[in-house]
């Protein structure tokens, strides 16, 4: 079965760094494409970026809310990707997914698994 | 960036009704377009993928349609474990967008 589990999740003061980690499990992690989404508590669901293959050269994409703050990385044979979040703004405290893209030539790429999600709190 | 725009945000409806939730895009975006169900508390779910396929173990009561610049998303026969949010998502284009969501509520 396909398995992503987020951790790293924390309490944080504005302006601190948070470093999140997804384990997959499950599936052939390195054939996908990855992806982070957040959602603020009681809030809708914002998608914040995404991670190619070693195919695409690992290249990324952002939301402009987080580009230039926050770095997708991902290493293939542990299975795991990660989100490095500097410069926090309370906008951030959201629960943080960690999602697996399916690539269809028919229908684009979509998140298809998502994980449980981590807890991240931006306060003073 | 494209938008979406979901209605109602908010839809009160018995067991049995058939409901029909719409999304609208800013531009059209072909069909690629994804909708999903999020109980609280827990990770959202496919349902319906590339706008009009239903995803393997989703029942069949759930249908979505629509191309473009207009979709929607119908449960035929409200059962009690569909009472959620649901989202639409596009990937037709970056930065990828969600609706704001569709909380459907036991009336």
């Known amino acids: 079965d396909v398995q992503l589990a987020e951790s790293g999740g924390d309490l944080v003061p504005p302006g601190g760094s948070l470093r999140l980690s997804c384990a997959a499990s499950?599936?052939?992690?390195?054939?996908?494409?990855m992806d982070w989404v957040r959602q603020p508590p009681g809030k809708g669901l914002e998608w914040v970026g995404r991670?190619?293959?070693?195919?695409?050269?690992?290249?990324?994409e952002y939301a402009a809310s987080v580009r230039g703050r926050f770095t997708i990385s991902r290493n293939d044979p542990s299975k795991s990707m990660f989100l490095q979040m500097t410069s926090l703004k309370t906008d951030d405290a959201a629960v943080y997914y960690c999602?697996?893209?399916?690539?269809?030539?028919?229908?684009?790429?979509?998140?298809?698994?998502w994980g449980q999600g981590t807890l991240v709190t931006v306060s003073s | 960036d494209i938008q979406l725009t979901q209605s109602p945000s908010l839809l009160s409806a018995s067991l049995g009704d058939r409901v029909t939730i719409t999304c609208r895009p800013s531009?059209?975006?072909?069909?690629?377009l994804t909708w999903y169900q999020q109980k609280p508390g827990k990770a959202p779910k496919v349902l319906i993928y590339?706008?009009?396929n239903l995803r393997i173990g989703v029942p069949s009561r759930f249908s979505g349609s629509g191309s473009g610049t207009e979709f929607t998303l119908t449960i035929s026969s409200l059962q009690p474990e569909d009472f959620a949010t649901y989202y639409c998502?596009?990937?037709?284009?970056?930065?990828?967008?969600f609706g704001q969501g569709t909380r459907l509520e036991i009336k």
């Open positions: 499950g599936f052939l992690f390195s054939d996908h494409d």
């Open positions: 998502q596009q990937h037709s284009s970056y930065p990828i967008t």
């Open positions: 999602a697996r893209v399916r690539d269809s030539t028919l229908y684009g790429s979509y998140a298809d698994f």
């Open positions: 531009q059209g975006i072909s069909d690629y």
């Open positions: 991670i190619r293959t070693k195919v695409d050269s690992y290249t990324t």
């Open positions: 590339g706008a009009s």
